[in-house]
T-cell receptor
Framework: NAGVTQTPKFQVLKTGQSMTLQCAQD?????MSWYRQDPGMGLRLIHY???????DQGEVPNGYNVSRSTTEDFPLRLLSAAPSQTSVYFC??????????FGPGTRLTVT | QQQVKQSPQSLIVQKGGISIINCAYE??????FPWYQQFPGKGPALLIA?????SEKKEGRFTISFNKSAKQFSLHIMDSQPGDSATYFC??????????FGKGTKLSVKP
């Protein structure tokens, strides 16, 4: 049981490039979410999903897309990276939106 | 509008002392109040959580105190140890809603 896995661990992008952050969980959780963590800002919700085929926006969705084709996977796409998207990104999953299990994070730098 | 306010931003405690972190919330519909612990380079992990039907919950050295009328809740770490040095986040949610996080408290326990 690997829990929540995220790849890559580190990524450097140039402004304007696109990429996908991968997230997978093997706990059969219906609820999955993406957060970004910036110094002094806590964890801010980007997008979330309550089940396969269902996604919705969180607090800071601009510049990000998500899809949920399976229960296990919830990738986060950066369409055109900007320096403001430099952050640490965490994926989380849970049976409900209460007790969430977080992945190890992806540290993204946009230059 | 910050729905969950956390204080202090940082805290230094001597080994064996009591660490106290406070959170205040605005939305009276919130019904789930967890605390997460995060070590450097890792994702947050659920430490302890409480629902508003009780005023206190204790798990080992960690205690949540909850004051519904004041819309406040706090984390107490008894006999603080250097291994408790981490960043702590309070959070709140209502029903099946998303977690709203505080901005975090960096705790350092000095030997």
């Amino acid at each position: 049981n690997a829990g929540v896995t995220q790849t890559p661990k580190f990524q450097v992008l140039k402004t304007g490039q696109s990429m996908t952050l991968q997230c997978a969980q093997d706990m059969n959780h219906e609820y999955m979410s993406w957060y970004r963590q910036d110094p002094g800002m806590g964890l801010r919700l980007i997008h979330y999903s309550v089940g396969a085929g269902i996604t919705d926006q969180g607090e800071v969705p601009n510049g990000y897309n998500v899809s949920r084709s399976t229960t296990e996977d919830f990738p986060l796409r950066l369409l055109s990276a900007a320096p403001s998207q430099t952050s640490v990104y965490f994926c989380a999953s849970s049976y409900t939106s209460g007790e969430q299990y977080f992945g190890p994070g992806t540290r993204l730098t946009v230059t | 509008q910050q729905q969950v306010k956390q204080s202090p931003q940082s805290l230094i405690v001597q080994k064996g002392g009591i660490s106290i972190i406070n959170c205040a919330y605005e939305n009276t519909a919130f019904d789930y109040f967890p605390w997460y612990q995060q070590f450097p380079g890792k994702g947050p992990a659920l430490l302890i959580a409480i629902r508003p039907d009780v005023s206190e919950k204790k798990e080992g050295r960690f205690t949540i105190s909850f004051n519904k009328s004041a819309k406040q809740f706090s984390l107490h770490i008894m006999d603080s140890q250097p291994g408790d040095s981490a960043t702590y986040f309070c959070a709140a949610s209502k029903g099946q809603g998303n977690l709203i996080f505080g901005k975090g408290t960096k705790l350092s326990v000095k030997p």
